[in-house]
């Protein structure tokens, strides 16, 4: 893998002005102060009021998709906002497009600040995600974060997100507001795991989401990453007629035929097409068969049975462990 370079780019300022231009005074002020060298700094925790299951609350933002309550009936519990998701906030380490990862690294940022411009009408049945988290719908809130393309839709599973927050995602992408106005990866690489972090055996994914209906796609993998790697998701060039001919060789095929053969051709076709162009198994093979057929297929790959493919990058991610994120210790590509 590739190693961050930490320095960052001083062209940012104009070019986010005028993406961003026309946002709130704050919003503008706060673009200023985080493109300015950065110290670090104890602030005052920033309150912003929420009107939770019908009780106006303050809660306290720490970034655009994630707040702690401070009263209420739920004081001190960290909450998840679901439905959507903004770009990781502690450091310059999502890059797609012609971004640069500080560029991004802003726009991050500013879906904090616009979280805590507002006050937002929530509700959770007190459900909680793997951290612990309570998870809250805030509905105008995930609107506002997506169509000023702050943030981008996202379930965690293969079901595709809300139908008013695709059409939100839908029109930031054609305005090209915010994350997609240099670019509009086929899937945001929202998250990365080393090897070392699957501590019960169950293996390690990366989480892929797409820009299209907000699914995600767990990308399993084996490798241990070192601090500040560069990863990144790719798109490998297709030609139709090759997975043309490839199809009926697959159904007739005594292993991946038993995977493709209750499909219709369109589905099967569209299985192989999906593995060749992103390497992964799509939404039309049950989760629990496509560690297999993901295998499988990465042997046809190595054999060249999809043809001379041309890699280009998707989305990436740099990777740095949790206790390296924060504080005066932090890896030195997210200063």
């Given at each position: 893998?590739?190693?961050a370079?930490?320095r960052?780019?001083?062209?940012?300022?104009?070019r986010?002005?005028?993406?961003?231009?026309?946002?709130?005074l704050?919003?503008?002020?706060?673009?200023?102060s985080?493109?300015?060298?950065?110290?670090?700094t104890?602030?005052?925790?920033?309150?912003?009021?929420?009107i939770l299951?019908?009780?106006?609350?303050?809660v306290?933002?720490?970034?655009?998709?994630?707040?702690?309550?401070?009263t209420?009936?739920?004081?001190?519990?960290?909450?998840?906002?679901?439905?959507?998701?903004?770009?990781?906030?502690?450091?310059?380490v999502h890059q797609?497009?012609s971004?640069?990862?500080?560029?991004?690294?802003?726009?991050a940022?500013?879906?904090?600040?616009?979280?805590?411009?507002g006050?937002?009408?929530?509700?959770t049945?007190?459900?909680t995600?793997?951290?612990?988290?309570?998870?809250?719908?805030c509905p105008?809130?995930?609107?506002?974060?997506?169509r000023?393309?702050y943030?981008?839709v996202?379930?965690?599973?293969?079901?595709?997100g809300?139908?008013?927050?695709?059409a939100?995602?839908?029109?930031?992408?054609?305005k090209?507001?915010?994350?997609?106005?240099?670019g509009?990866?086929d899937?945001?690489l929202?998250?990365?795991?080393?090897?070392?972090?699957?501590?019960?055996?169950?293996?390690?994914?990366?989480?892929?989401?797409?820009s299209?209906?907000?699914?995600s796609?767990?990308?399993?993998h084996?490798t241990?990453?070192a601090?500040c790697?560069?990863?990144?998701?790719?798109?490998y060039?297709?030609?139709?007629a090759v997975?043309?001919?490839?199809?009926?060789?697959a159904?007739?095929?005594?292993?991946?035929?038993?995977?493709?053969?209750?499909?219709?051709?369109?589905?099967?076709?569209?299985?192989?097409?999906?593995?060749?162009?992103?390497?992964?198994?799509?939404?039309k093979?049950?989760e629990?068969q496509?560690?297999?057929?993901?295998?499988?297929?990465?042997?046809?790959a190595?054999?060249?049975?999809?043809g001379?493919?041309?890699?280009s990058?998707?989305?990436?991610?740099?990777?740095?462990?949790?206790?390296?994120?924060?504080?005066?210790?932090?890896?030195?590509?997210?200063?």
């Open positions: 893998m590739r190693r370079n930490p960052t780019s001083s062209a940012p300022r104009r986010l002005a005028l993406i961003l231009g026309g946002g709130a704050a919003l503008g002020l706060a673009l200023a985080l493109l300015a060298p950065q110290r670090e104890q602030a005052a925790e920033s309150q912003t009021k929420v299951n019908g009780e106006a609350v303050a306290h933002f720490n970034d655009g998709d994630s707040f702690r309550v401070l209420g009936d739920f004081k001190d519990t960290k909450a998840r906002l679901f439905g959507y998701n903004t770009l990781e906030s502690y450091g310059p797609w497009g971004w640069t990862a500080h560029e991004l690294y802003v726009i940022k500013m879906g904090t600040y616009n979280a805590r411009d006050v937002w009408e929530c509700e049945d007190g459900a995600d793997t951290y612990g988290r309570i998870l809250v719908w105008k809130l995930a609107e506002s974060q997506i000023g393309g943030a981008h996202m379930s965690i599973d293969d079901n595709p809300k139908p008013e927050l695709i939100a995602q839908r029109e930031a992408v054609t090209r507001r915010g994350i997609w106005a240099h509009v990866p899937f945001v929202t998250s990365l795991h080393s090897k070392e972090e699957d501590v019960d055996g169950k293996g390690t994914y990366n989480r892929l989401v797409s299209v209906d907000g699914h796609v767990k990308w399993r084996n241990r990453y601090e790697d560069r990863v990144c998701q790719y798109r060039s297709v030609d139709g997975i043309d001919e490839l199809l009926p060789v159904k007739s095929d005594a292993e991946i035929g038993a995977f493709l053969r209750p499909l219709s051709d369109a589905d099967a076709r569209s299985v192989l097409y999906d593995f060749a162009e992103y390497r992964h198994i799509n939404r093979i049950p629990d496509r560690k297999a057929l993901d295998a499988l297929l990465n042997e046809w190595k054999a060249g049975k999809f001379a493919q041309q890699r990058e998707g989305s990436c991610m740099i990777h740095a462990p949790f206790k390296r994120r924060f504080g005066g210790g932090k890896a030195e590509c997210l200063k």
